[in-house]
């Protein structure tokens, strides 16, 4: 037996899977009528109805076959929700299970992974079970897949159907006299983790990475920013583009990101969740590729934070040389650290968040928008994939750059300082944004900056 941690692991293991699928269930058989739920809204998505049952079915071979060797509900339906072999655009002509045969698919699994978890033991030495961590893996996959139906949700046409979307934005009282900029002194940090119970294959294992001194901004880059940059020909500037960059620019059309209207009288608004509204100047710009933030950083003098740079800046604590699970440190994510799980169907003002500042200054690495970083994505040294190299590995050496930080879309459960997200550098339905950074000045931080 486990004992009474076994038993606090269990009780809270039951809690997040049922928040799960609540939040699951309110963005689709709560959100939408039959005929939307099967609808393509846009060939980058999934229809909402295959997310619901690839959790299902995920959740089936995990929890019910992988985990408790029970026997398979539905084995032939493995098939229609394997991300693999059915690319998002063909989902919607597979003969997928209707939003009631889901549901009921999803309520029978969900019955046997109760049932199972009452009888598993997490200090038995079997890798998936150990600390938990299969059934952590299965929690956070519902919730990136609902982070990915919110996505789905922004794309699609037609009247809002959210509730939330005309409260008022909450206005945490970001702090106007906080610095630009803050310094992380050169030196040594522990990147990735050994022994987080939640995290991932990629997060793993910790490792030293040695910087030199960099500054980074202390708040993501805000619209009014981005439109400062639109104001001065930055989209029409190839100056601020890499070939790659430019290349999108040209082949796309794109001057200003996803989901933004010009007005007739020359301003902005933007269209949020189904909503039009004025583009609120103090919020983080979201709905950037990766090439627009590295335009912009350019512009602005800048780079963006490599990867490494970024985790250091979140995590690392020069008062004890540790790396804490989150930027405030190992308390687990509460409202008043950081805006995530869809509290907001939007990001806080830059600024917000005192609370949930990291050590060197740094505010709002967890929340609000995912961070475009510059870096590949790719295995830490030592790396070693599981449960299944589908989850990451076979993403390692594609065109990816590294995502980090959460959005406000991001359960608190799916995101700590080391959690890794990737997408392709042109891809702007996500909820990202970006903050810059640049070499410290050679007077300043230690060991003086230079190229990487
Ligand atoms: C880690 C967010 C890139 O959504 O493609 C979901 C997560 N993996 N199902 C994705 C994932 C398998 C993944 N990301
Ligand atoms: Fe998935």
């Not at 620019?249 to 989901?259: E, L, N």
């Not at 949930?356 to 040294?381: H, I, K, N, R, S």
């Not at 590995?393 to 990816?400: A, I, L, S």
Request: hydrophobic share 35%; proline share 9%; glycine share 10%.
């Amino acid at each position: 037996a486990d004992g009474a941690a076994g038993e606090r692991l269990r009780t809270r293991i039951a809690a997040e899977l049922d928040h799960g699928r609540r939040r699951s269930v309110a963005l689709t058989l709560e959100a939408l009528d039959e005929d939307e739920l099967l609808a393509q809204h846009s060939p980058l998505m999934s229809p909402l109805v295959w997310d619901l049952a690839h959790v299902g079915n995920y959740e089936e071979q995990w929890l019910v076959r992988a985990a408790a060797g029970g026997e398979a509900l539905r084995p032939d339906i493995d098939v229609l929700y394997d991300a693999f072999e059915n690319p998002r655009a063909e989902r919607v002509s597979l003969p997928l299970l209707t939003p009631r045969e889901a549901r009921d698919y999803n309520a029978r699994v969900r019955a046997r992974v109760l049932d199972a978890l009452e009888r598993a033991r997490f200090d038995s030495g079997a890798p998936l079970l150990d600390g938990g961590f299969v059934y952590h893996m299965v929690i956070q996959h519902e919730h990136q897949h609902d982070e990915t139906m919110l996505a789905t949700h922004q794309l699609r046409r037609g009247r809002p159907v959210l509730p939330g979307l005309t409260a008022p934005p909450p206005r945490p009282a970001p702090d106007t006299r906080r610095p630009a900029e803050v310094l992380v002194e050169a030196g040594p940090f522990t990147m990735g983790t050994d022994d987080d119970p939640w995290a991932y294959d990629n997060e793993r294992p910790a490792h030293t990475v040695d910087l030199p001194a960099f500054r980074i901004d202390t708040a993501a880059v805000t619209n009014a920013a981005h439109l400062d940059f639109i104001a001065d020909g930055g989209y029409d500037d190839p100056r601020w583009w890499s070939p790659r960059g430019w290349e999108w620019r040209t082949r796309s059309g794109k001057r200003a990101p996803a989901f933004w209207i010009r007005d007739t009288g020359g301003g902005w608004l933007r269209r949020r969740m189904g909503r039009v509204e004025p583009l609120p100047p103090e919020e983080p710009v979201q709905h950037v590729c990766y090439y627009e933030a590295e335009a912009h950083a350019r512009w602005a003098g800048k780079r963006l934070p490599t990867e490494a740079e970024w985790e250091k800046a979140a995590r690392h604590d020069p008062a004890t040389g540790a790396s804490r699970r989150h930027p405030w440190g190992d308390a687990d994510p509460a409202p008043r650290h950081a805006n995530l799980g869809q509290r907001l169907l939007r990001p806080a003002p830059a600024g917000a968040f005192p609370d949930g500042a990291a050590p060197c200054g740094a505010l709002q690495m967890l929340g609000d928008v995912w961070e475009w970083t510059a870096t590949d994505f790719t295995g830490y040294p030592g790396f070693a994939a599981f449960p299944y190299r589908e989850y990451s590995e076979v993403f390692f050496g594609g065109d990816y750059k590294v995502l980090r930080g959460g959005s406000w879309a991001t359960h608190p459960t799916a995101v700590r300082a080391t959690f890794r997200n990737w997408d392709h550098p042109i891809r702007r339905q996500i909820f990202s944004g970006f903050r810059c950074a640049r070499d410290a000045d050679p007077d300043e931080g230690g060991r003086r900056g230079g190229g990487r």
